[in-house]
């Protein structure tokens, strides 16, 4: 019981230092309006998350709601590009309480625009076209926002799970588009495991449960996708973003275990001066990775992890040792008993000879 308390000890204090040391880089690299970096509409909503979730009352983080609140109210903004995006930043506000920062209501109904008859929500473009098509991001995100703020119907609600649906291949993972498995130059999902991770994260919130075949099949894929991606050996650059969201899937859905493991990788992959970098993004989107890995790291912790998985563990070990003892024990006893018969059984084979002769 000591050791248990130890190792969750040390796994709680080292990953408090790794969120301590995140949260101070993206403090230092807030802008003076409360975005980050240019284009900030797609790593602000993150980061902002990030920063609430360690303190509530965070001035820093209130400057970033607030200047994602104006992108919304603005239709000249970035953020109505395409739909992932406003997505994103109404899912940051609805999650931090600050949805009433927004001040113009047709923001929702300017989201709900995006989607179509097939249930799916636009904006991805692919070339050489660049034609805006439904995705699984743009519908994740849309719903991420949508559900988290109470302004999609069930209707809708069905029929862009009915989209996402049909985009999910066989081994669990889902595609990008009908056409397109991924794209690495799509923001906020650039390869297989985190498109599935946030499809399944938008599925929970639209009240999908374990049960569902299609979450079930897509937790397998991502738990076979730990094995390969999330170690050090398997993968020296780190799919850190992936590594976050699916902890975030592993533990919305109570599969403590995996999420532990993605978290623990997560902790090896950590840069000297704080921060993380998918090796999926390039050098653009350093905010965006650590932002999203931060609320990974504080909302899955692995301490509670580890108390619920070692006390198996140690009874496991408990069991094994006692019958090992019992086993050993039972030997000896026969030994002894063996040869005490055998030295009874010579004594009296001499002593009856003596007497013959």
């Keep these: 019981m000591a050791s248990q308390t130890h190792y969750a000890n040390a796994a709680a204090t080292s990953q ?43 001035a820093q983080a209130a400057k970033s709601f607030s200047w994602l609140a104006s992108q919304l109210d603005s239709s000249s903004s970035y953020a109505w590009g395409e739909a992932d995006i406003p997505g994103a930043m109404l899912h940051s506000l609805s999650a931090s309480s600050n949805v009433p920062l927004i001040h113009n209501q047709s923001d929702f109904s300017n989201l709900l625009t995006y989607q179509q008859s097939s249930g799916g929500f636009t904006g991805y473009a692919p070339g050489p076209s660049y034609v805006p098509v439904a995705s699984s991001v743009d519908t994740d995100m849309a719903l991420w926002g949508l559900v988290g703020t109470n302004h999609i119907t069930s209707q809708n609600r069905t029929a862009a799970a009915n989209f996402l649906f049909s985009l999910q291949n066989s081994d669990g993972s889902f595609n990008l588009t009908s056409a397109v498995s991924s794209d690495p130059l799509n923001a906020f999902g650039p390869e297989p495991i985190s498109v599935t991770a946030l499809t399944i994260l938008a599925m929970k919130d639209a009240s999908y449960t374990s049960t569902s075949n299609h979450v079930s099949k897509a937790l397998d894929f991502l738990t076979k996708m730990i094995s390969a991606n999330f ?127």
């Design 16 to 58: 408090a230092s790794e969120v301590k040391s995140a949260l101070h880089w993206l403090s230092s690299n807030e802008n003076a309006d409360g975005s980050f970096e240019s284009y900030g509409q797609i790593p602000t909503p993150g980061a902002a998350l990030a920063l609430w979730l360690n303190d509530s009352h965070s």
């Design 231 to 357: 170690t050090t050996t398997g993968d020296h650059k780190g799919h850190v973003y992936g590594a976050a969201l699916s902890a975030l899937a592993f533990q919305a859905y109570g599969r403590n275990v995996q999420a532990l493991a993605s978290v623990a990788f997560i902790m090896t992959q950590q840069k000297s001066d704080g921060s993380f970098l998918d090796a999926a993004r390039g050098s653009t989107q350093k905010t965006l990775d650590t932002g999203w890995v931060t609320i990974a790291l504080q909302q899955v912790q692995p301490g509670p992890l580890f108390s619920s998985l070692l006390p198996r563990i140690f009874l496991v070990g408990i069991i094994v040792a006692v019958g090992a003892v019992a086993v050993v024990g039972v030997v000896v006893t026969y030994l002894v008993l063996r040869r005490r018969a055998s030295k009874r059984t010579v004594t009296s084979g001499v002593a009856t000879t003596i007497s013959t002769y």
